[in-house]
């Protein structure tokens, strides 16, 4: 275990060794992410709004390791903030003045563990990247995971304390319903195996539980064979009521006329390069006829994205079950876009947007995002609102808005979400390029401000996804009748209220209490 400390700071523990000259400099790595990160890189996130110092950065190389800092912090008075890979964005992994333990300098060994059922999972590394556990479990058993985020270098640990999710959620439920055990130090220093059967309370209270339970060191990670290849398929819509009647419809649908991944997202009805007509069509085909879009069409159009898995060579079947899962849809006919691709390249794709954001400095600027699940009957007056009205010019990034299923979550999780039975993820993922060249990052918080509070003065069934308040009846107001179980979760398993500092749901030390 290596600290980088900050001379800067008396409050520092005594860790073993300690390297690192406090000046910042992190090792970086050609996936972005680094290896051991530095007191500054450690000091903000990907969002990059909020900046807070720890007094320490922690690199733990085993679960002993990460209960052993946690010990050390009880008797210090400090807070721990488990860092992922850093990609929260309202500072959710920082730990002010407290010690910042790097989770991917864990031991990242996998290993594919048969389960009673004849299945298999993969046994991997709280700290280990999505991207990571992909290509060790398609190189070494041509096996992969059912769900996924969009973006794959988000850490394990990380994506399984908030929900992690993308187009497969619908059919196979999110991250936080493909994990069949966990490996976790609580906060008061303990280790311990969870599952759904064993500890089941402490199991269900780390899935989405914002790091406030425990540390997660390891998971096992249900597999399914993986595909040689995936067909992805785009198609365009005018009227947002038939977007979402064909996106609602395809989401319920069972069977092998499922689709394997359903995703779509809203875009302006312009040439605007980065949130018009060109954002829809991929690099290699047909570009977008401006000219196939309804007269009297308004200023924001649809997407619906959609994959099918295949292995065959020959694409004769797959062209005749692609047919008759489109015939149905409601798309303006003329604007669909498809492509054949390795079932590989397909969950990497938002690789080539990160080399593109990096090459133009735009992944290294702030990210003021905003992440709602709304229920699917407020929909329609979201759109009105928000799409239509509020980001009719688009955001200068990706605005998606797909369906998922309520019952694929348990209500056991953490996680809160809209009483619907149907929801709807809208994603405003905003790439602004620094000011003055883009917006400043206040008139685009307070744009954020006024969706949300769009939402509250309309009485919409909604809830924050990845949320960051202030205060502590906000989060009572999130979690609503949730409130008291994740209180008292909080108590059972992290009484000195010590990790994840940079939530703001509990202070350190301060007495628990029910509002
Ligand atoms: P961090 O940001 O480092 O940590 C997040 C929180 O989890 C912190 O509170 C931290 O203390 C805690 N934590 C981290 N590791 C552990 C652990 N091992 N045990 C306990 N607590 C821990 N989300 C989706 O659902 N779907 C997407 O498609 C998606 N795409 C994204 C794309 C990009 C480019 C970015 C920046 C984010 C995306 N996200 C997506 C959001 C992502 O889920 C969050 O950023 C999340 O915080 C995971 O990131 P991370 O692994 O870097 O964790």
New binding site residues.
């Given amino acids: 275990m290596i600290a980088y400390l900050d001379p800067q700071q008396n409050q520092t523990p005594n860790p073993p060794s300690v390297a690192g000259d406090g000046t910042g400099t992190g090792t970086g790595t050609s996936n972005g992410t680094e290896t051991e990160p530095s007191i500054t890189t450690a000091s903000s996130?990907?969002g990059g709004i909020i900046h807070a110092v720890p007094a320490a950065v922690i690199h733990p190389k085993s679960i002993t390791d990460v209960a052993s800092a946690i010990r050390l912090a009880g008797t210090r008075h400090l807070s721990v903030?488990?860092?992922?890979?850093?990609?929260?964005?309202s500072g959710?992994?920082l730990s002010d003045g407290g010690l910042v333990l790097n989770?991917r300098s864990l031991d990242a060994k996998v290993e594919l563990v048969s389960l009673p059922d004849g299945k298999y999972c993969a046994d991997v590394s709280?700290?280990a990247?999505w991207e990571e556990v992909l290509e060790w479990c398609v190189k070494n058993y041509n096996m992969a995971p059912l769900s996924?985020?969009?973006?794959l270098?988000?850490?394990?640990?990380?994506?399984?304390?908030?929900?992690?999710?993308?187009g497969q959620a619908f059919r196979h439920g999110?991250?936080v319903a493909n994990v069949v055990q966990m490996e976790?130090v609580t906060g008061d220093g303990e280790c311990h195996v969870c599952s759904a059967a064993d500890s089941s309370d402490l199991f269900y209270a780390?899935l989405g539980?914002?790091?406030q339970f425990?540390?997660?060191?390891r998971a096992h990670i249900p597999l399914q064979p993986a595909p040689r290849m995936v067909r992805w398929i785009r198609v365009v819509y005018d009227k947002f009521e038939e977007y979402t009647a064909d996106a609602e419809r395809l989401v319920t649908r069972t069977g092998p006329d499922a689709f394997d991944y359903v995703e779509g997202f809203a875009f302006v009805n312009s040439s605007d390069p980065v949130n018009g007509w060109p954002s829809v069509p991929f690099p290699s085909g047909p570009s977008f006829d401006a000219g196939l879009i309804p007269v009297g069409s308004g200023p924001v159009l649809y997407c619906l994205e959609v994959v099918v898995h295949y292995n065959h060579q020959r694409n004769d079947k797959v062209d005749e079950k692609v047919d008759d899962m489109l015939r149905p849809l409601n798309y303006i006919r003329g604007l669909e876009f498809i492509v054949d691709v390795s079932y590989v390249d397909f969950l990497s794709r938002?690789k080539h947007v990160?080399k593109e954001a990096r090459a133009n400095g735009s992944w290294e600027s702030a990210?003021p995002?905003l992440?709602l699940f709304i229920a699917s009957s407020d929909i329609l007056d979201f759109d009105r609102h928000v799409f239509k009205h509020i980001l009719k010019h688009g955001i200068g990034g990706p605005m998606l808005v797909y369906p998922m299923l309520r019952r694929k979550w348990d209500r056991r999780m953490s996680v809160a979400l809209p009483e619907s039975e149907i929801f709807y993820l809208v994603?405003l993922?905003r790439f602004p390029r620094p000011y003055p060249e883009g917006p400043r990052i206040d008139e685009v918080l307070a744009q954020n401000h006024e969706i949300v509070n769009c939402c509250r003065s309309n009485g919409y069934d909604f809830k924050l996804?990845?949320p960051h308040y202030e205060t502590e009846s906000d989060w009572a107001e999130h979690f609503g009748d949730r409130w008291s179980r994740f209180v008292r979760r909080k108590a059972d398993y992290d009484p000195m209220a010590i990790?994840?500092p940079?939530?703001k749901i509990f202070s350190r030390a301060a007495p628990l209490r029910l509002l």
Avoid: C, K
Wanted: hydrophobic share 40%.
């Fill in positions: 996130d990907f903030a488990a860092r992922g890979n850093g990609h929260s964005i959710q992994s989770m709280g700290g990247l996924w985020t969009d973006y270098g988000l850490t394990v640990g990380g994506t399984l304390s908030n929900g992690g999710v993308s999110p991250q976790v780390l539980g914002f790091g425990g540390i997660i060191t938002v990160e990210h995002w992440n994603a993922l996804y990845l990790l994840a940079g939530q």
